[in-house]
């Protein structure tokens, strides 16, 4: 069973850094395209980052945030800089379905976190 636990999220300021942490149990980081995505209040889901053959970016992120992994902790990360009011969001991890070399839309993605939380006052 694979399960996937986000972490790192809070209440923070604009400017502020932020790392998120997403641990996961039951299927080998080492062999696994992950993503971050978010979920803006009243929004809907939207990509955020992938770590994969390479790395890609939502482009309102691509020079603030950085993706990254550890395989050995089987644990995937999202460094979020220089933060502003539009990264408030609940913030998600996911691993990408098998074959799917350049996942980018949610149905591209086979498990799920639960989230976590970043909200940036002003």
């Known amino acids: 069973q694979v399960h996937l636990v986000e972490s790192g999220g809070g209440l923070v300021q604009a400017g502020d850094s932020l790392t998120l942490s997403c641990k996961i149990y039951?299927?080998?980081?080492?062999?696994?395209?992950m993503a971050w995505f978010r979920r803006p209040p009243g929004k809907e889901r939207e990509f955020v980052a992938r770590s994969g053959v390479a790395a890609d970016y939502k482009a309102s992120v691509k020079d603030r945030f950085t993706i990254s992994r550890d395989n050995d902790k089987n644990t995937l990360y999202l460094q979020m800089d220089k933060i502003t009011s539009e990264d408030t969001a609940t913030y998600f991890c996911a691993t990408g379905l098998p074959g799917k070399q350049f996942p980018v839309l949610p149905s591209d993605f086979d498990y799920w976190g639960q989230g976590t939380q970043v909200t940036v006052s002003s």
């Open positions: 039951g299927r080998t980081l080492r062999t696994t395209i």
